[in-house]
């Protein structure tokens, strides 16, 4: 039946798991992404900026809530593929297996009639 089958390609899907995780080592788009805190404006101005400040240290929170859930849905994915890899792999093998045990414990009288015309060979005819 036509769109009954899954071809997935397991080398392509262990790659892209790796790929993902492996941006995950690199360092972030910006050190602010990873700072506690924005410092108060210098030279004595924190009662001028200090509004400017506390909006930059909530922008902060947020961008770093934002990246780390980013980075987990990044793991996340990476998993599922990594997972989904394997499972294509284990079905392929156990389909694999279910062929070759019906092909060994195949019993002779269990085999299909050979059609008389194959039985001898026709070369040169």
Same mark, same amino acid.
């Given at each position: 039946? /036509?769109?009954? %089958?899954?071809?997935?390609?397991?080398? #392509?899907?262990?790659?892209?798991?790796?790929?993902?995780?492996?941006?995950?080592?690199?360092?972030?788009?910006?050190?602010? /992404?990873?700072?506690? /805190?924005?410092? #108060?404006?210098?030279?004595?101005?924190?009662?001028?900026?200090?509004?400017?400040?506390?909006? %930059?240290?909530?922008?902060?929170? *947020?961008? *770093?809530?934002?990246?780390?859930?980013? %980075?987990?849905?990044? #793991?996340?994915?990476?998993?599922?593929?990594?997972?989904?890899?394997?499972?294509?792999?284990?079905?392929?093998?156990?389909?694999? *297996? %279910?062929?070759?045990? #019906?092909?060994? /414990? *195949?019993?002779?009288?269990?085999?299909?009639?050979?059609?008389?015309?194959?039985?001898?060979?026709?070369?040169?005819?």
């Amino acid at each position: 039946m /036509s769109g009954d %089958e899954i071809n997935g390609d397991t080398d #392509a899907m262990r790659e892209f798991a790796s790929r993902i995780m492996g941006s995950l080592d690199q360092p972030p788009v910006s050190n602010i /992404s990873r700072i506690d /805190s924005s410092t #108060a404006c210098p030279g004595g101005l924190d009662s001028l900026c200090i509004d400017l400040t506390g909006a %930059e240290n909530e922008t902060i929170r *947020q961008l *770093q809530t934002f990246i780390t859930q980013a %980075e987990q849905g990044f #793991a996340a994915y990476s998993a599922f593929v990594r997972q989904t890899a394997a499972n294509y792999l284990r079905a392929d093998e156990t389909a694999r *297996q %279910e062929i070759l045990n #019906a092909f060994v /414990s *195949q019993r002779p009288e269990d085999l299909p009639v050979v059609d008389p015309r194959l039985v001898t060979p026709h070369s040169g005819r």
